[in-house]
C-alpha cells in the first residue's frame, strides 16, 4: 500500500501557483520585519486568496515533509542538560494540562450556552457534542474525527479550530514583536553546525521514526516521530547536525500554507454568528493563557512569555516555531504543548463518554 494520498495530474497547477503566492507573501513579510515572515506571510497569503475564491491547494506530502523538518529541528534542542530541567517541571508540565483542560471545558460551556438558540437544526445532544469538541484545545483534524464518531456537526468543529489557530498564530507573534519580546533564551541551542553526513543520518533515523508512527495510526506522525527520535538521539550527548536554516524556512512555508487553504468562501459562510463567537473566546482566552503563565512563571523561575507559548491554545508546530524563531524557551514550550497534545487527545472522548455518556 503507498504511504502517499492519491494525487490528481490537475493539482499541480493549483500547488506550484498556491506555492509562488506564498513564497512572495513570505518575501514580503520578510522584507516588512513581520514576526515569522515564513509561516505568518504563506499563511495570511493562502487565507486571503481562498477566501477570496482562488483554488488553492496544499500537497499533503510537502506537509508531512515540513512537519518532519520542524519536529527534527525542536529535537535537537533537548540536550541531557535541557533534558533534566524539562524532567524537573513534570508538576508544572502536569498543570498545564489541567489548565488546557479546564479551559476547553469552558470554552465549550460558552458556546453551548451562546449558541442553545440559534443552532435550532441540531438536536440537543448534537449541541452537546459539537461545542464540547469544538472547544477541546487539541488538533483541528483529530477533533474533527472524534466529534464526528460522536455525532458532532463536523464543519463547525473544524471551523472552530482552524480558526482558533489562525488567531492565535498570527496574534502573538505580532504582540510578541510590538512588546519588543524576543531572544530571551537562556536554555542551551543544541548544535549548531551542519555537517552533511550527520544530516542524512538524522534525516534517515527520523524517518523511520514518523513512518512507524505513522503506522501505529498515531496522530501528527511525521512531527511527532521525528521529534521523539531526534530528542533520543539529543538526549544521549549526539550531536548529528543542525538543520540548515533555509530548510526551517521551507518547512515553516508549507505548513503556512497548509493552515492558509482552509479558509474557503464557504469557510466564512460557516454560521457567523459561530466563528465570531470561536474569534471572541479565543482572544479571551489567550488573555487568560497570559495570566496562567505569568503565575507558573513566579511557581518555576522562567520567563513568562516562555509559559505563555506553552500553554496558549495554538496548535503544537505553529507554537514551537514561535519559540524558536524568537528564541523564547523551545524546550519547555515544545514539552509543555506534546504534553498537552497527547493528553487532550487520550483524555477528550472518555471525558465526554464519561459525562453524557456513550453517542
Wanted: some cysteine; overall charge positive.
Amino acid at each position: 500500500m503507498s504511504l502517499l494520498p492519491s494525487w490528481r495530474p490537475d493539482s499541480w497547477p493549483r500547488v506550484c501557483l498556491t506555492l509562488t503566492i506564498a513564497l512572495a507573501a513570505a518575501l514580503l513579510c520578510r522584507w516588512l520585519r513581520t514576526p515569522i515572515p515564513w509561516m505568518i506571510g504563506p499563511l495570511l497569503a493562502t487565507a486571503l486568496v481562498s477566501v477570496l475564491g482562488m483554488r488553492t491547494e496544499s500537497w499533503t506530502p510537502l506537509r508531512n515533509s515540513g512537519q518532519w523538518v520542524i519536529g527534527t529541528a525542536l529535537g535537537l534542542y533537548f540536550t541531557p542538560a535541557v533534558g533534566a530541567l524539562v524532567a524537573s517541571l513534570w508538576w508544572a508540565i502536569a498543570l498545564g494540562i489541567a489548565w488546557a483542560l479546564a479551559l476547553g471545558l469552558g470554552f465549550a460551556a460558552w458556546l453551548r450556552w451562546l449558541h442553545a438558540g440559534h443552532l435550532v437544526a441540531l438536536t440537543p445532544a448534537e449541541l452537546r457534542c459539537t461545542t464540547y469538541f469544538a472547544g477541546a484545545i487539541g488538533g483541528a483534524s483529530e477533533m474533527t474525527l472524534i466529534a464526528e464518531r460522536q455525532g458532532a456537526r463536523t464543519d463547525l468543529v473544524a471551523a472552530a479550530h482552524s480558526l482558533r489557530v489562525l488567531l492565535v498564530t498570527v496574534t502573538i507573534p505580532f504582540a510578541l514583536q510590538l512588546g519588543g519580546v524576543s531572544g530571551l533564551d537562556t536554555l542551551a541551542q543544541g548544535v549548531r553546525d551542519v555537517q552533511a553526513l550527520g544530516l542524512l543520518a538524522l534525516a534517515g533515523l527520523t524517518l523511520l521514526g514518523a513512518l512507524a508512527m505513522q503506522r501505529l495510526g498515531r496522530a501528527n506522525p511525521w512531527f511527532m516521530g521525528a521529534l521523539v527520535v531526534t530528542m533520543v538521539v539529543t538526549l544521549s550527548g549526539h550531536t548529528l547536525s543542525a538543520i540548515p536554516q533555509s530548510l526551517s524556512n521551507a518547512a515553516q512555508l508549507v505548513i503556512g500554507v497548509s493552515l492558509g487553504v482552509r479558509f474557503t468562501p464557504a469557510f466564512v459562510h460557516t454560521a457567523p454568528r459561530w466563528l465570531a463567537s470561536v474569534a471572541f473566546a479565543t482572544l479571551v482566552m489567550m488573555g487568560l493563557c497570559a495570566g496562567f503563565g505569568w503565575v507558573l512563571a513566579q511557581l518555576t523561575g522562567l520567563h513568562p512569555v516562555t509559559l505563555l507559548l506553552g500553554t496558549a491554545p495554538g496548535g503544537i508546530a505553529e507554537m514551537a516555531i514561535t519559540a524558536k524563531v524568537l528564541q523564547l524557551g523551545v524546550p519547555v514550550v515544545t514539552a509543555f504543548q506534546v504534553c498537552r497534545l497527547v493528553a487532550v487527545l487520550v483524555l477528550a472522548e472518555p471525558l465526554y463518554r464519561w459525562r453524557h455518556g456513550p453517542a
